[in-house]
């Protein structure tokens, strides 16, 4: 079995990992060679299976449910995942395509090269798993045990942690990274990558290690001094381009004979309360769709207001579009914070101004007028090492992530900023935005023990409304 998968702008067949042919056993002597088809290569094609698992990156980057709970996003015909109803969703098939993929990379691949940028992409990839879910499993995943144990989320960032330091140290010697679309093959690019990442993830666990000196600070710093450095200019972007035709940006297909998502009220309020320029490219108007409403009522809105706000100005949603992943913005606003919890001594207002007009630019936008940066609701009029200024650098992370719905809402549950008003119109019993996934009916049936323990953890149980590790 094959897949169709892009390579600069191409189609290419990439065979899975999960078909690296294992023979069947056949009669000694009887039949010789008469059932081996000779076009068939039993070596995975090591750059195709790199190219896919980079193919998927986009469509990680723009996944729209959790667009609906940080309220980027409005729904405007069928309302329910923005009404909060129960998300109890499988995570098993991510790990049996792109994350088997990588592995076999890492394991067989032709050199450390491709091997280190793997662990880069595997990394990301089991960061957005544990996000959703919470405990999944991690350190017995992908090496055969049918029925692997959900490691606690604790463990599963210092491993990703681990595993980002080893994979900038692992690049070394000529070794081409085959099928590598998105820095073509740049190891200097993937090296400041990781790094990036490695501060987005020590980042994330701040709720649980405040502190300077603790472990999310030392973490961060090694990043940060690291010598082969970090994304600090939007031409190293972490980004995902689209080719068009068959291989089309995510955010044209949302409006590919659809019109069920729009910009968000609340996000439109807020661009506008601030005077931010960015609402320009962020949506095709300045009408916001109201959130959380009953299909009845928003029916009736849309008909009223027929210029409501789709997601990105057009000229953003090509089918040849563009998919941001990790960019300069997002760490100098690490930067700013890391600065603004005493984790650092970089001057704070420096960096965080540079990451917001990192983002402006990111976006083809001229950078704010010093106006901008004076208003209440963007300074940083707090001494340094205080964490003060936490909220204005919280709400600068959530509009540079937009559209990346995972990244906003990820910022909102870790910071509690912007503040956010559940849907009045929500279903759920709590009637509060959700802060996980729920596992799915398929690790009950395939891995009963293992999930049970793993909810078992859980304060309230298997719920939306549970707070994951780094949330509590």
Same mark, same amino acid.
């Given at each position: ?49 790199? #190219? ?82 919470? $405990? ?98 939007? !031409?190293?972007? +972490? ?56 299909? !009845? ?75 901008? +940066? ?40 870790? #910071? ?48 939306? $409304? ?7």
């Amino acid at each position: 079995m094959y897949r169709k998968i892009i390579k600069n702008g191409f189609v290419i067949l990439a065979a899975s990992v999960s078909l690296s042919l294992a023979s069947c056993k056949r009669y000694s002597g009887d039949f010789g060679d008469t059932n081996q088809n000779p076009a068939v290569t039993s070596t995975p094609i090591y750059g195709a299976l790199l #190219t896919f698992a980079e193919s998927a990156l986009g469509g990680y980057a723009s996944q729209v449910r959790y667009g609906l709970y940080a309220q980027y996003f409005s729904e405007t015909q069928y309302t329910d995942i923005s009404l909060y109803s129960l998300p109890q969703l499988a995570h098993e098939g991510e790990y049996l395509g792109i994350l088997n993929d990588l592995q076999n990379i890492i394991n067989n691949g032709p050199n450390d090269n491709i091997k280190a940028v793997s662990r880069i992409l595997k990394t990301y990839y089991y960061s957005t798993i544990t996000d959703r879910w919470g $405990d999944v499993p991690y350190s017995q995943a992908l090496s055969g045990v049918s029925k692997p144990a959900f490691d606690k989320q604790s463990e599963i960032y210092t491993g990703m942690l681990s595993e980002l330091t080893a994979a900038v140290n692992q690049f070394g010697g000529t070794g081409v990274i085959a099928g590598d679309i998105v820095y073509g093959g740049n190891v200097a690019k993937w090296k400041k990558l990781a790094n990036s990442l490695r501060m987005r993830l020590a980042i994330q666990i701040s709720k649980r290690f405040p502190a300077a000196g603790a472990y999310a600070a030392v973490q961060f710093n090694a990043a940060l001094n690291d010598p082969a450095g970090f994304i600090s200019d939007n !031409a190293d972007n +972490f980004i995902l381009a689209y080719p068009g035709g068959n291989f089309k940006s995510p955010w044209f297909n949302l409006y590919d004979g659809r019109r069920d998502i729009g910009e968000s009220e609340p996000m439109v309020n807020l661009l506008s309360s601030l005077g931010d320029g960015r609402q320009s490219v962020f949506g095709s108007s300045a009408q916001g769709v109201p959130y959380g409403r009953l299909r !009845a009522y928003v029916d009736t809105w849309t008909g009223a207001n027929p210029n409501w706000s789709r997601v990105l100005e057009p000229s953003y949603r090509n089918e040849n579009g563009k998919v941001v992943v990790l960019s300069a913005a997002e760490t100098f606003l690490h930067r700013a914070e890391a600065a603004d919890r005493g984790w650092t001594s970089e001057n704070m207002n420096t960096v965080y101004q540079q990451g917001i007009q990192a983002s402006f630019s990111q976006w083809g936008l001229t950078a704010p007028a010093p106006g901008y +940066f004076s208003q209440s609701g963007v300074v940083l009029n707090q001494p340094a090492g205080t964490a003060a200024n936490l909220k204005n650098i919280a709400i600068q992370q959530y509009i540079g992530a937009y559209p990346d719905g995972l990244r906003g809402w990820n910022i909102w549950r870790r #910071t509690g900023w912007p503040l956010l008003t559940p849907a009045p119109d929500a279903t759920n019993t709590s009637r509060q935005i959700p802060r996980r996934c729920t596992y799915g009916q398929t690790s009950y049936s395939s891995n009963a023990a293992a999930v049970n323990a793993a909810v078992a953890s859980l304060s309230g149980g298997d719920t939306q $409304d549970a707070k994951i590790w780094w949330d509590q």
